[in-house]
């Protein structure tokens, strides 16, 4: 365990399963106090329980990130518990995968709720209590595939190039409150969801076949970067993008 988030308070979105969980065990092993937030109840309390019986400091939050109501309820009460917030992980995600000749509106409304609303009203929500606290970071989860085009998923590419532009909209409104705000691009990283994809020589000739590492991410070297933009190592960093995508978008 080390200490480069020693006392921080520290909400995670998205946090009762795969990436967000491996993000709100590791910001925990970094000495946070971590609340992890979700909509899917009985996971989100299993995997709360886990990273408290291992560090500690964790709290459940339930929370629908597309509702202002849920993000108005959840700061209340990490104010209630912990007094102050210092970093906001907007991981929550939405997939959608269609052609756009093909995709149906609401799927596109979704995944726009998701991924874009969910991201703004986090920001909107997080900045009174970042502000009150004396400042902070909020990271953004964009992906790889909001800083390119992709075919079969447009509405997901564009709701996360979406979230990509609001990170640095952000970054300016919330500067001078001392509010960093940046976004990490993932490429396909390993996890129980894409396992399976992955294990299909098409799938993953289609997903890592223009990854010049040529493997998937680990979903621990993401952890990485969510911990460098939410730590105070990086004082000097806002309206920043970061690929972690294996080359991904280097060519
Ligand atoms: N896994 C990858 O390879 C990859 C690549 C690029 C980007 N990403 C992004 O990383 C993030 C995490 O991805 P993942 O692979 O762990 O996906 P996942 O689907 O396993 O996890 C997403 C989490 O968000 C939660 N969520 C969905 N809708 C919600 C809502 N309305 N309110 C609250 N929580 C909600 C889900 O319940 C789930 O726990 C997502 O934003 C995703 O788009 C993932």
């Known amino acids: ?85 210092d970093v906001l992980v907007n991981n929550a995600g939405l997939f959608a995968s269609a052609r756009i000749q093909d995709q149906p509106l609401d799927e596109w409304e979704r995944c726009f709720a998701v991924n874009a609303r969910g991201t703004f009203l986090g920001c909107k929500h997080a900045h009174p209590l970042l502000k009150k606290s004396g400042g902070g970071a909020i990271v953004n989860i964009s992906s790889s595939w909001g800083l390119t085009g992709r075919a079969n998923f447009g509405a997901y590419s564009a709701a996360k190039a979406a979230v990509r532009m609001l990170t640095k909209s952000a970054a300016a409104d919330f500067a001078e409150d001392r509010i960093r705000v940046n976004s990490i691009h993932p490429g396909v990283h390993e996890t129980d969801l894409s396992r399976d994809f992955l294990a299909d020589p098409q799938q993953r000739e289609f997903l890592l076949g223009k990854v010049p590492l040529d493997r998937a991410g680990d979903p621990e070297e993401l952890a ?28």
């Open 224 to 251: 990485n970067a969510v911990i460098f933009f939410a730590s105070d190592e990086t004082p000097y960093m806002t309206g920043a993008e970061l690929a972690v995508d294996g080359g991904y978008t280097a060519i």
């Open 1 to 85: 365990m080390a200490d480069r988030l020693k006392d921080k308070v520290v909400l995670v979105t998205g946090a009762a399963r795969n990436l967000g969980a491996v993000f709100a065990r590791k910001i925990a092993g970094e000495g946070a106090h971590v609340f992890l937030a979700d909509i899917l109840a009985d996971q989100l309390e299993q995997t709360t329980a886990d990273v408290a019986a291992r560090y500690g400091k964790a709290s459940a939050i339930p929370l629908d990130v597309t509702q202002e109501d849920s993000w108005i309820a959840a700061m209340r009460t990490v104010e209630d518990k912990a007094g102050r917030l």
